[in-house]
C-alpha cells in the first residue's frame, strides 16, 4: 500500500485442478498507477465446460507490498463474463481530435481516448485506451489495433462508447462497429459531449470533435491456418460425404444437391440455426454435385462457429415438405446425415421419422467420431421398429453405420471408403420398392432404344 499516493493495482486469475485442487495462475492484468478504483483494459479468455465446475480465485495485487489487515474486507472486485464470439476480424484505427476543451490552468490537455463496449445486461466495460498525447487540444493519436470480438463481441451494431479525457473528463460520443467500418467520412466526425455543461449552459454546442481518420479490417490467421493451407485435407466429415455421395449422385439427374448444416451460430450476428444452407444462400442451398457440397462445407466452417444443442428434427422436416409434394413416384428423395452421435431432439426426430415414413424418401446417417451411438440405433429401427407417441412408422427409412467401423489400419482409404458406400447405400433400393409397392406405382415403360438417323428401325 502506497504511503503518499493512491495504490497501483494490478489482478491475478488463478485457476483450479480438477484432480489436485492446485491452484494455478491463468494470467495477469496491467498495472493502473494511482487509483483505488482500476478498470483494467486486459481481459481474461478461457474455454468453459458445461460439465464441469469450474474454480476461479482473483487476486488483486499492489506492485508495491501490500500492507493490509488480514481477514479485512479491502473493497469489492467486480467481474463481467460473456461468451466470445466466433470472429476472426481486427481492425486498425486511428483518430484525431480538434479543438477539445482545454482543462489544464496552466496550459492546454493532455487527452487521451477509452473505449467501452456494451455488455449483454446494458452495463459498459472498458476494453482499450489510448495513449496520452501532452499538451494540445487538437491531438493526433497512433493508429490502435484491436480484436472485434474484443470491440463489440461480433455483434457490428453493438454500441461502442468513446470517453475523451485527460486527468479530467471531457465528453463522450457513441458509436458502433457498422457506422465506423464506413471509413473515414462526414458520418465519422463526433461531437464530443459533456452532459454536465450541456445541463448548465443553454448556448452550449460541444466539447470539441473526434475524426477517425482510418479504418482497415484484418482476418486474424491461426496456427491451424497455415497446417490447412494448400489442398484441403478431408476429415471424417468430408471422407464419409465424398464416399456416399459419389456413388448416390449418379442416380440424380440434374445433380444439384440442397446442402444444410444444423448446430451452428451464423454470422453477423451469431444467431443459432438448426437447418441453415451451406452455400451461405438460404433461397438457394443447391451445390452443383458432390464436389460443390465439399467446396460449401469448407467454406462454411471458416464463416459459422459449431454449436449446440444438435437438432435433427429440422432437416428432416425440411426434406419432408419436399417429399409431400410428390406422390405420383417421379422423385425420391435421399437425406445423408452425418453427424457425431450427440442428438439433443430424440423425441422430436423419432416423431419426424414417423411422419416421413410414408413420404418417398429414405434417411442416411453416419456416425463419426469416438461417441457411443445408441441413440442412432435406435433410429435405424432394424431390430425394433420406431415410433412416437404410440405411432408406429409404415416402413423402415433409416440406415445408420458408424465410420470408425471403416477406417482401414493400413491406410487404403479408397478400399475402406468403398465399404462404407456399399454398406451405406445396402437398403436405399429395398426402401425404395417398399413405397413403390405400397403405393401401387409402376415402372413407365422402358423408352426404346436410340436408333441413328439413317439406320431403318427394326420391328
Wanted: charged share 25%; hydrophobic share 35%; net charge neutral.
Amino acid at each position: 500500500m502506497d504511503t503518499f499516493s493512491k495504490s497501483d493495482p494490478i489482478c491475478v486469475l488463478y485457476t483450479q485442478g480438477i484432480g489436485n485442487k492446485e491452484w494455478r495462475e491463468f494470467g495477469r492484468t496491467e498495472v493502473i498507477e494511482n487509483t483505488l478504483n482500476p478498470e483494467f483494459v486486459r481481459k481474461f479468455i478461457l474455454d468453459y465446460f458445461f460439465e464441469e465446475r469450474q474454480n476461479l480465485r482473483f487476486d488483486l495485487r499492489m506492485e508495491k507490498p501490500m500492507a493490509g489487515i488480514p481477514g479485512k474486507k479491502c473493497g469489492n472486485i467486480i467481474v463481467k463474463a460473456e461468451e466470445m464470439g466466433n470472429c476472426r476480424e481486427s481492425v486498425m484505427m486511428q483518430f484525431c481530435g480538434n479543438k477539445l476543451d482545454k482543462k489544464d490552468f496552466f496550459g492546454k490537455s493532455d487527452p487521451f481516448l477509452v473505449f467501452y463496449r456494451s455488455n449483454e445486461d446494458g452495463t459498459f466495460t472498458i476494453c482499450h485506451k489510448t495513449e496520452v498525447v501532452k499538451n494540445t487540444l487538437n491531438p493526433v493519436w497512433q493508429a490502435f489495433k484491436i480484436p472485434v470480438r474484443a470491440l463489440c463481441n461480433g455483434d457490428y451494431d453493438r454500441s461502442v462508447c468513446v470517453c475523451v479525457s485527460t486527468h479530467d473528463f471531457i465528453g463522450e460520443f457513441t458509436t458502433s462497429y457498422r457506422e465506423l467500418s464506413r471509413g473515414q467520412s462526414q458520418f465519422n466526425v463526433y461531437e464530443v459531449m459533456n452532459p454536465k455543461k450541456k445541463g448548465k449552459k443553454k448556448k452550449y454546442l460541444n466539447s470539441g470533435t473526434v475524426t477517425l481518420l482510418s479504418f482497415l479490417v484484418d482476418i486474424e490467421v491461426t496456427f491451424l491456418d497455415y497446417i490447412k493451407g494448400g489442398p484441403y485435407q478431408m476429415n471424417a466429415y468430408a471422407m464419409a460425404l465424398k464416399a456416399v455421395g459419389e456413388i448416390i449422385q449418379d442416380y440424380d439427374s440434374d445433380k444439384m444437391f440442397p446442402a444444410l448444416g444444423f448446430g451452428a451460430k451464423l454470422p453477423p450476428d451469431g444467431r443459432v440455426s438448426h437447418e441453415f444452407a451451406l452455400n451461405g444462400n438460404p433461397q438457394n442451398p443447391y451445390c452443383a454435385g458432390i464436389d460443390g457440397v465439399m467446396e460449401a462445407y469448407y467454406q462454411s466452417l471458416k464463416s459459422v462457429c459449431l454449436y449446440g444443442p444438435t437438432n435433427f428434427s429440422p432437416v428432416i422436416n425440411h426434406v419432408a415438405r419436399y417429399a409431400a409434394s410428390v406422390n405420383d413416384g417421379s422423385q425420391y428423395f435421399v437425406l445423408l446425415i452425418i453427424t457425431d452421435g450427440v442428438i439433443s431432439d430424440m423425441a422430436q426426430t423419432k416423431e419426424s421419422i414417423v411422419n416421413a415414413s410414408c413420404l418417398p424418401m429414405s434417411i442416411i446417417i453416419v456416425g463419426v467420431g469416438p461417441a457411443e451411438f445408441d441413440a442412432m440405433i435406435e433410429l435405424d429401427g432394424d431390430e425394433v421398429r420406431i415410433s412416437s407417441r404410440g405411432r408406429y412408422a409404415e416402413r423402415d427409412i433409416v440406415q445408420f453405420v458408424p465410420f470408425r467401423d471403416y477406417i482401414d489400419r493400413t491406410g487404403n482409404h479408397i478400399l475402406s471408403m468403398a465399404r462404407l458406400a456399399k454398406d451405406v447405400l445396402a437398403e436405399i433400393p429395398d426402401q425404395f420398392l417398399s413405397y413403390m409397392r405400397t403405393r401401387g406405382i409402376k415402372p413407365l415403360p422402358t423408352p426404346p432404344p436410340y436408333t441413328p438417323p439413317g439406320y431403318p428401325t427394326q420391328i
